[in-house]
């Protein structure tokens, strides 16, 4: 069963909500979900939701987005198939996690990609996801620190059931090409299921998160999914450049780079990150 051609589930909305939450198994992630057939953008309604409606772990998807925000005010081409979803979290934690919240979506769909299909995903730093580096998930994640009550909502980019050429065409991300599930599985992906998958994978982790010391470990689980370690790399922050090979990922989450001048920068801001073959 391919939800989306499913049309009838789609617009019930009750009826969708039904299913997703007697499959899931979470606490409190996905226990609230907003659904429609289209948005500007899950991520401005996720965020312009108001304080009594943004209850933590509240999902907004939409089927399709006629203004999908990528990364640095990026476009991102969100056609119907693909999976658009805004995940709302009222932390208690420092902001200083907030990078660890990017590793955390990026790791729940590498673990979801690969229970639904098989598939290996690699991760690039911060919070791409990459099959036979090609771009098939970015996260988004944006904060709302102005009132008391904290708010973030994260982002998920998924090109699921999807052409790669209707959205390669329009692509502005940064050096990659993009992949869709659809194309590396060669038949469409059961999209509740995967839905179900991310969320408990995404709780599973954030509770590690607020879990003292657990960071190290959402830190080894990113460097094990990842193939960035020894290769050439370039990071522009701005107008800055840096030239040399990934080493490592810091305790706070930074990018350790070896230069080429033999220095090691930590890097944590950043515009673009390339990788290179
Ligand atoms: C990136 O640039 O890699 C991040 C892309 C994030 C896209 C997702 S789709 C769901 C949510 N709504 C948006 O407008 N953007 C994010």
């Known amino acids: 069963m391919i939800w989306w051609d499913d049309y009838m589930i789609l617009l019930d909305e009750p009826n969708f909500k039904t299913r997703l939450s007697k499959l899931l198994r979470t606490s409190r992630i996905g226990k609230s979900i907003f659904l429609f057939n289209e948005l500007d953008s899950t991520q401005d309604y996720a965020m312009t939701l108001p304080n009594s409606e943004s209850l933590?772990?509240?999902?907004?998807?939409?089927?399709?987005?006629n203004m999908g925000k990528g990364r640095i005010g990026r476009t991102w081409?969100?056609?119907?198939?693909?999976?658009?979803m805004s995940i709302i979290f009222r932390p208690n934690f420092s902001v200083d996690n907030i990078i660890f919240l990017q590793f955390i979506g990026a790791l729940a769909v590498v673990n979801a990609i690969h229970e639904?299909?098989?598939?290996?995903?690699?991760?690039?730093?911060?919070?791409?996801?990459?099959?036979?580096?090609k771009k098939v998930c970015g996260i988004l994640v944006d904060v709302n620190l102005e009132n008391e009550n904290k708010k973030i909502v994260m982002g998920i980019g998924l090109?699921?059931?999807?052409?790669?050429?209707?959205?390669?065409?329009?692509?502005?991300?940064?050096n990659l090409k993009a992949t869709t599930l659809k194309?590396?599985?060669?038949?469409?992906?059961?999209?509740?299921?995967?839905?179900k998958s991310i969320l408990e994978k995404l709780e599973h982790y954030y509770d590690a998160l607020l879990s003292r010391g657990k960071t190290l470990e959402i830190i080894d689980?990113?460097?094990e999914k990842s193939e960035m370690f020894g290769k050439k790399t370039i990071v522009y922050d701005g107008n800055e450049k840096f030239m040399g090979h990934v080493i490592d990922i810091a305790q706070n989450g930074a990018l350790v780079m070896k230069l080429t001048d033999g220095?090691?920068?930590?890097?944590?801001?950043?515009?673009?990150?390339?990788?290179?073959?």
Do not use: M, R
């Open 56 to 65: 933590h772990g509240t999902i907004v998807i939409a089927k399709n987005q």
């Open 77 to 84: 081409i969100s056609p119907e198939g693909g999976l658009w």
């Open 183 to 195: 194309e590396e599985c060669g038949n469409d992906i059961d999209l509740l299921f995967l839905i």
């Open 116 to 133: 639904i299909t098989k598939i290996d995903c690699k991760l690039k730093w911060p919070n791409d996801v990459l099959i036979n580096e």
């Open 159 to 174: 090109n699921a059931n999807i052409d790669s050429s209707s959205i390669n065409n329009f692509l502005n991300n940064g």
């Open 221 to 223: 689980s990113w460097k």
């Open 263 to 277: 220095s090691v920068k930590d890097i944590i801001y950043y515009s673009d990150v390339s990788i290179q073959t």
